[in-house]
Every structure is written in C-alpha cells, then in structure tokens.
T-cell receptor
Framework: EAQVTQNPRYLITVTGKKLTVTCSQN?????MSWYRQDPGLGLRQIYY???????DKGDVPEGYKVSRKEKRNFPLILESPSPNQTSLYFC??????????????FGSGTRLTVV | RKEVEQDPGPFNVPEGATVAFNCTYS??????FFWYRQDCRKEPKLLMS???SGNEDGRFTAQLNRASQYISLLIRDSKLSDSATYLC???????????????FGTGTQLKVEL
C-alpha cells in the first residue's frame, strides 16, 4: 500500500531532551515536507526537501533540523525541545514530475507534548 | 491579512442539504489549488484539485476564480459522513524557484445532522 509512515504517533518528552520523528514514504516521491498544526493557526510548513541532500526552510523552521540522506526518509529532529513545540506534526510527500495540480499524501501525524 | 482565509464555521446542516464553502487567497501568483478534508486529529486527505474551468467529483464541485482570488467548494446532498473540517490549500513556488510551498487555510468545520 502506498503510504507515508510517521513514528511515533504519540510522544511526551521533557524540555531539552533531543528527539527525532521519523517519516518514510514508499512511493519514490522526490518532494517531502514537514508541517505542524496548532489550533487557530492551521498547518504551517517547517522544512521541505526537493530530493536527496536538498532541503530548505519553510515558514517556521526555528528549533528544528531535518536531513535527507535517502529518498524515502525525511526525519525531523528537535535538538532541544521546548514547550512551544508541543503540536501535531505531519509529514507529506508528492512526486516531482506530475505537475502542480498533483496532491500531497500525508502521514498519520505525530502528537508531541513537551513538558 | 492571512495568505489563505476561510470562514471557520461550524456549518451545521441537515442531511441532504447543499452547502457551500468559500476561500480567498492573497498571492496572485499562486499556481495550484486544492480542497483537503481533515477528520478530527487525523491527517488531511486530498478531496480534489481546483481548476478555473471548475471540476466535479460526484456530489462535490470546486471552482477557482483567479481574477477574484477566490475558491469555492459545493457539497450537494450532504451525508453524515461528510462531517469534517475542509481545508483550502494554495500551492506556491518556493523562494528558490524549485520548491513547492503549501499554504493552508485554518479550515471550515462542517457538521451534518439527522
């Protein structure tokens, strides 16, 4: 089944403890992106990647890092999480060569709480 | 002004009703447009892309007006299962010219009742 898989689905952590949220897609998509969703603010882009070793900042990159060493994986790294990073996180992917009107596939989400 | 604006609702409608959602966007250079559906605490799922010529998928019709920077979604004969939040999404090229940047509206909540 074609899908985007995120892990973990739920995570509670303490301030300052480094964590990684993994994202993997099995559709050979070039483009991958991370979003966070907060009440009243909608989904906002954190980072995106156009292909292996090509990443760029989105609207809210502060406090996050990403890497794209393999085409299928795009982990989100929080080096020193803070409570304002408590949010619902989504990873998404799409192929690059299907035109602008091709939709994105989203992972099931990771609900992160930083205490 | 927000880049993508939607009425948050909720829209409470009886089963079988026709309901319309509207959305406006601020970037006249935006390339493509979508409606996504999101059920509570779940991932957004693509409902349909939106074209200037208008497009229909069963009970759903979407329309784009580039001159007015306005997007609409019409749901006919609404079902209980249509209850969800509907997200208006606009796709822009990134600053580097190659990336894609999705900008989401905050969503319009629909509740279909018996």
């Amino acid at each position: 089944e074609a899908q985007v898989t995120q892990n973990p689905r739920y995570l509670i952590t303490v301030t300052g403890k480094k964590l990684t949220v993994t994202c993997s897609q099995n559709m050979n998509h070039e483009y991958m992106s991370w979003y966070r969703q907060d009440p009243g603010l909608g989904l906002r882009q954190i980072y995106y990647s156009m292909n292996v070793e090509v990443t760029d900042k989105g609207d809210v990159p502060e406090g996050y890092k990403v890497s794209r060493k393999e085409k299928r994986n795009f982990p989100l790294i929080l080096e020193s999480p803070s409570p304002n990073q408590t949010s619902l996180y989504f990873c998404a992917s799409r192929p690059w060569d299907r035109g602008d009107n091709y939709g994105y596939t989203f992972g099931s989400g990771t609900r992160l709480t930083v205490v | 002004r927000k880049e993508v604006e939607q009425d948050p609702g909720p829209f409470n409608v009886p089963e079988g009703a026709t309901v319309a959602f509207n959305c406006t966007y601020s970037n006249s250079a935006s390339q493509s447009f979508f409606w996504y559906r999101q059920d509570c605490r779940k991932e957004p799922k693509l409902l349909m892309s939106v074209y200037s010529s208008g497009n229909e998928d069963g009970r759903f019709t979407a329309q784009l007006n580039r001159a007015s920077q306005y997007i609409s979604l019409l749901i006919r004969d609404s079902k209980l299962s249509d209850s969800a939040t509907y997200l208006c999404v606009v796709n822009n090229r990134g600053l580097t010219g190659g990336g894609n940047k999705l900008t989401f509206g905050t969503g319009t909540q629909l509740k279909v009742e018996l």
